[in-house]
């Protein structure tokens, strides 16, 4: 269900006098999807209207569900990414981010997770992993030109800086990502025409040297 | 040299002006089945060897609030020197009312405590917030860690003053070794958060 959709269901159940079992199956399964919690069922009879305003606490301040996170810690257990860090993660608000962040710098705090996916230690992995940067070929041409006419990196990266891919302005670290591969380009092309070169001149050596035998 | 343990004071007997002790308990606290603790997974801090900074329990594990309402929570709670041939070690005691009594109060609670061990986190009124060093270590304190507290008394009068019919519960344990446990990770709200944890529905196991 999308959000919109909860948000209206919620509003319907809220303003019911009495609750219906149906009503009631309703509030549970809800429960789960919105806060990624189990409901319990306990005597109190406030409590499925007591979860109701909860789960409208939580999309009216966060605007979106819960995210499900394929981790879940045990009992008592909050990760600090380092030492005596004020930010700590809880189940309450655990991402599959936070965990596989926490796992590659403590792999051996895995018995701190009471849930973990089966492929856990690659999932690490991929994310350790630097990413590679997607590079925009049209940008990547006109620095190309800029370069082999002769301007500086500086300058092309001053003179590019408000460029825009797909509507966003570009980052720093991106065009400069651009920057050097834009030049790794031409310091290839360049080879290129020496290898080329050489071997034009070798031929034309070769030659010469069949004509005076 | 080994063997010779904690025969020694290691700081003045000087009453702190700027953060004094104040007596007292919060009216909420924390128990646990001793037998749903992961001590594999608990961790010591690194020097100081009294505070726990993880209190983990096994995977599906939980832990329940205990709630004792009125102005003197918990009263009777209380650590005492036992004298020992060799060694003397403390005896810790936990003292809480339940004010609830019917089938399944009996069957969920009372009868569960009758039999079992039990580890008790209380919070202290008294939490150090104004130190220099550490603010927030004295809030909550562990009791049961190393023996489990175990039923020294469970009583239900009908026309008690103090229960109105509901139980009295003593929860002791003996031969405990320090003189006091204490839970603390970084600084009180961290910790408190991690004590909030404890209570949660278990997600996974």
């Not at chain 1, 219906?20 to 005597?43: A, G, H, P, Q």
């Not at chain 1, 591969?181 to 050596?205: I, P, T």
């Not at chain 2, 594990?61 to 709670?77: D, I, Q, R």
């Not at chain 2, 399944?104 to 104004?130: P, Q, R, S, T």
Request: charged share 30%; net charge negative; hydrophobic share 35%.
């Amino acid at each position: 269900m999308i959000v919109l959709e909860v948000v209206d269901k919620l509003k319907e159940l809220g303003g019911k006098a009495s609750l219906s079992l149906s009503d009631k199956r309703d509030i549970e399964s809800l429960y789960k999807e919105v806060l990624d919690k189990t409901f319990v069922k306990t005597s109190c009879s406030d409590c499925y209207r007591d979860a109701v305003i909860e789960m409208s606490v939580y999309l009216n301040k966060n605007g979106r569900m819960k995210e499900k996170s394929n981790y879940g810690l045990k009992n008592g257990v909050l990760l600090q990414m380092s030492f005596g860090d004020s930010k700590f993660y809880t189940n309450a608000n655990l991402t599959d981010e936070a965990a596989e962040t926490y796992l590659g710098k403590y792999p051996g705090n895995a018995n701190y997770f009471s849930k973990l996916p089966k492929d856990w230690k690659e999932r690490v992995e991929k994310r350790l992993k630097p990413k590679e940067t997607e590079y925009n070929q049209v940008l990547l041409d006109t620095l190309v030109e800029s370069l082999k006419d002769g301007v500086s990196k500086e300058a092309v990266v001053e003179s590019f800086k408000d460029y825009q891919i797909n509507g966003k302005k570009v980052t720093k670290k991106l065009l400069t990502a651009h920057v050097s591969k834009a030049l790794d380009l031409l310091e290839d092309e360049a080879a290129k025409e020496n290898d080329e070169h050489y071997a034009q001149s070798d031929n034309e050596v070769h030659a010469d040297e069949s004509e005076i035998e | 040299m080994s063997g010779v343990c904690d025969n020694l004071i290691k700081q003045g007997i000087v009453p702190s002006c700027d953060d004094p002790i104040v007596p007292g308990i919060e009216q909420k606290g924390v128990m646990m089945n001793r037998a749903d603790i992961d001590f594999g997974t608990t961790a010591f801090n690194s020097t100081r060897k009294n505070i726990i900074e993880t209190l983990a329990l096994k995977s599906g594990k939980k832990a329940y609030e205990v709630v004792v309402m009125g102005s003197n929570p918990f009263t009777g709670t209380n650590t005492v020197l036992a004298t020992g041939t060799y060694r003397n070690t403390f005896t810790n005691t936990v003292n809480l009312v339940v004010l609830d009594n019917g089938p399944d109060v009996c069957a969920n609670v009372i009868d569960g405590l009758a039999n079992g061990e039990f580890v008790v986190i209380l919070e202290n009124k008294f939490k150090g917030l104004n130190k220099e060093e550490n603010p927030g270590d004295a809030a909550f304190q562990v009791y049961g860690w190393y023996q489990g507290l175990k039923p020294a008394e469970l009583s239900n009068d009908k026309y008690s003053e103090e229960t109105d019919g509901g139980w009295l519960v003593s929860l002791q344990e003996a031969k405990v070794p320090k003189s006091a446990l204490f839970l603390f990770k970084t600084d009180y709200e961290t910790t408190a958060a991690a004590v909030a944890t404890l209570t949660k529905d278990a997600v996974g196991g």
